[in-house]
């Protein structure tokens, strides 16, 4: 941590400023200037209030040079994690993403009926995808919108899950909901509870993945903040997902971040998917997007798919049918193999 | 509604989808020009689903005219309301706000002793603060920082409530707490759950106010869909509260937009305060902020005042002294007065 | 400016990178810690390239401590700029900005015709205004919109400073233009031109005011900086205006960021004026927001009047008729009373 | 264009209102619904001013149904435009960019020297790329920081191209220069000068190819407007450059949108091109971006490359060196291939 001091700062007023934050367990470096005076505060910060600092009279200003982050740091943990999701699908009876391990989970926004699911699931499952995702607890912005089928959605999930061996991935709003999503292989928190603190403590206590997506407005330092409640509980299973930012652009639903793919791989050893579907809004956008997000190095994707996205209950205009889903899944796989 | 059709759009397949329209229920009146082909859905749309007709191939654009949000709408309530809270610390035995009832909201960022909340009780009420605030569950971004005194901090704020009178306001991140809640007058929710659906809907079988901070990057219409989530399950004393909004100027923690006070004063009868302590995070922009608040038309102020800034164990950089918060008040006051 | 180094770094590329530094003229204070090593560079690093230095091997980091703009800052001086404008409309022949001198400008989005502007200018004068504002070259999104008068509508605005004494502000958009700014007592720089560097540039030779409008995403830092590039070519006389930034809200054109006026007022000497016309998009939202600015310590105030806003070329929308003007005129009057 | 009157409008204000619109040739057609009135205008309604219709009492609000842009849009034109550069370097004598013909334009951000330039023109030209790009006047957020060697600049440039045949792209800051710029073979727009006018306007008038810049927060609908711009002139041969826009992320300089690559592509028929190197600032991003602009169909890439990094005048963090820019064509090239 970097403090700067004022010019006007006397001499005793920095002694008794180094005297306090030596008391505070830090040792301190001081660096004279002709314009200013800078102390380098070394060793465990982790105590030392900044806003507190810059509140001081003599004080200009006070930088963090450390990262927050510590147990999703690459820094401290440089291989990539591989998560494993047990798959009846799976030859070896296992999914695995990150560390070179590439995976498409697909299906539905919502999960409307036990016939649909199925189909999709069969459909995604037959054009390569190793997880089938489903809404069955659905964040609407208005009240007045389709909630989802809640516990129902779940056990038409499970339905499908034992049918096709995909495991299942689906949205929590409440963690008093967590018993039905026993059945449930990754456990899904969505942009608008990714700082729904109350609710990542209680995940770090399960014994599943969680998929975290980035919020509308977060930066991918509060992104891995979030993962860090998670982790910090005792669940290091977490997969990160980008699924577009809120900018002045109107033309797209959100504005798709790939440039967070190559910085979260450096900030991070967590995996990282992107989903084409939420961040663009828009069926005919998401087969560019996704190969866009593969040629970056996603370790997977996140794509709707549904039998009739004409009738979908909510999300059709960006739900991609199966056939396009084949067609999206034939690409990737060609860039895949020259990556 | 508006559904603007292509161009190449033919006869029958306007008229089936006229057709299909009107089994939804709606009147369809068609304007058709010379480039342009132009839908327009009367009656009630909100069974359409714009997405979905988007998807279709004749469409080219579709267009909603009147506004998701009822219940807080003031085209079908014209009156402002006034949330009325009991209050020892009044005369008549009740603080209002709205309706020209202006109420100041103040305290520190997080309860830390019962020293410090009571102290800082009386001097918040002795410069004419109606109602006190005091963070005793704090939603922090990282999970190593201070995150409040939880339940012992709700005590510690009816203690000062007893010794003053005022009327309490402490911020609620989950709906299992709710119970602890029973004291307190008005019940908070911070910028990061306003899209927290599943306390909202909680929210909404409460019998106390709720006052509804904006999400850092959500628009004013997202700030009343919320608070519909909240009125639509009975609940109807919303106040909404301007915080700030993440944009790219990273001189204020975040930036205050006080044109939403005019543009909520249009759109709702809800009353709506400003809150100028967490939008700047700065202490020495209170002050004019306050003012800029009051100067158009905020129908109170939510302040931090913390009895020693430079010690507060969270956002002591915005807080203001005791001192300060007189010289606010006074300040304020005369605005008033010439309004 | 402070340089963190790698942990993997040797001693001896460290020495290396200290001597290299050391002979570019600047003092280097080590500071080694744990998991960090930290270099202060003391003296005049305006020669160091931060973004060569982020690019070594062993650096971590590069942050700068002190603010590239000089001449703008205010540390170098302490005192408010004042800024005189020759005026017959004052009983003194001058109008000042700054310093505790408020100033309004005054009139219509463009100047239409020699009826409209004087017409116009005589409303504004008799309500107070101090200058009045006038559009000759319009940049207009769109080339099939309105452009302006140009030429044309500048001898019309010299034709109302005649009437009424009142001096004249205008928008340049070429420096090729700047013959026919002689009679203009005060030149607009626009928002969209607020880095057209080669403009500012010869804007710096001029020996009038320039009023510098804050770009629709510049930082308030960019905003002096682009202030700077003025006073390096000798013009001090630089008037800041806040005319609101882009954001994802699309309740209001843009949104008006008025905590920039604290925040301009410490880090620059020079006068911070605010234009809620432009900002909000909106009459009826013009009121609020100039009195908002007015509180929280705005310089001045630049607003749009039209003598038949229905009919007006351009931005009609935003424009306030001369007796709205009077109200408003009325109402900063008295807030300026008491402050 | 549609209008939507208020519930409290009467039936002769509407029937004013309809005679007024069909005065200014635009036909009316009107759908009464039980909550709100629309008003279908059909015809030629780009006399019709938007906002002054917003403005009037009885009209809720105003929405227009077509683009404004016209001349680049693909509803108009719906073939790609292929923009041809005459080259030496190329077997037939000329570079072709849009429908379908890939191309790359590398070199430094500044020219510095002839030995500099030279070297990196041959470099980039035995990797793969079809033009040279050069910076020789360069807009400086700071006016104390280097500015280009301008004219010399662009001489250098000239004796690169004499070398290697390779057409040379270079940025224009001020029309004024536009006689430097004859040996120029693509005139390019910064993304600070996308708005202005005056220069896109010259523009308009050149026989050359106009590579523009999409502004910082610029939408992509004001990109084509500027496009508009110089088209309107009669050059129709613009090629259009994603380069980032400005958002709250600040681990990037700016956030590449590359869902603006298909956007566009259905907005217009116009060549659209990416810039990695100036939109995440880091050169380390540059070959995970370049490939994620190629997987999503961009008709070209903008790459900067020196052959000395870490001593680059400006911009050197993101400049990739010759073996790195040879290890992207080898990988574009590939990935060119499967598409």
Redesign the interface.
């Known amino acids: 941590m ?1 403090t ?1 001091l004022k ?1 006007n700062a006397t001499e005793e007023q920095r002694n008794n400023l180094i005297k306090w934050l030596e008391d505070q367990g830090v ?1 301190v ?8 005076t ?1 102390l ?1 505060l ?2 465990d910060t ?1 105590n030392i ?1 900044m ?2 600092l ?3 009279d003599i004080v200009d ?1 006070v ?1 963090r ?2 990262e ?1 982050y ?1 147990k999703s740091n690459r820094k401290f943990h440089p291989e990539d994690t591989i998560i494993e999701v047990p798959s009846k699908a799976s030859s070896d009876g296992v999914t695995k993403i990150g560390g070179g391990h590439f995976s498409v989970i697909a299906g539905p926004c919502s999960v409307e009926s036990e016939e649909q699911i199925v189909e999709v699931a069969k459909r995604v499952k037959a054009a390569g995808a190793s997880m089938l995702r489903g809404g069955a607890f659905k ?6 919108a389709f909630q989802g089928m809640r516990a129902e959605g779940l056990e038409l999930l499970s339905i499908a899950k034992k049918e096709t061996g995909l495991p299942i991935v689906s949205e929590i ?4 909901h967590l018993e039905l999503f026993e059945d449930v292989d990754i456990i899904q928190v969505g942009a ?2 990714m ?4 609710l ?2 209680a995940l770090g206590h399960v014994d599943k993945p969680i998929l975290l997506k980035r ?3 977060n ?4 992104l891995l ?1 979030s993962a ?2 998670i982790m ?1 509980g005792g669940n290091e299973n977490v997969i990160l997902c980008e699924r577009g ?8 639903r959100n ?9 979260l791989h ?2 991070t050893h967590l995996p990282v998917i992107v989903d084409p579907s939420h ?2 809004g828009r ?3 998401v087969k ?2 996704a ?7 996603a370790d997977g994707l996140m794509i709707e798919v549904h039998n009739n ?10 739900s991609l049918t199966p056939d396009q889903f084949d067609d999206v899944m034939d ?1 990737v796989g ?2 895949r ?2 990556l």
């Open positions: 970097i700067v010019r040792s470096h001081v660096s004279v200037g002709e314009s200013v800078i380098g070394v060793g982790s209030d806003d507190m810059k509140l001081l200003d930088k040079i450390s927050s510590k964040p609407r912005t208005s009240p007045y709003m409440n963690e008093n608008r509870n700082q729904n603190f109350e990542l403590k919020g509308l407005a930066t991918l330092e509060e903040m860090e409640y910090a930012i809120r900018t002045f652009e109107h033309r797209t504005t798709l971040d790939l440039s967070a793919i190559p910085a450096e900030m961040s663009t069926a005919d956008y560019p997007m190969m866009a997000a593969v040629a970056c190095g996205p004409a009738c979908a209950l909510c999300d059709g205009a960006q690409k060609k860039m193999d020259i």
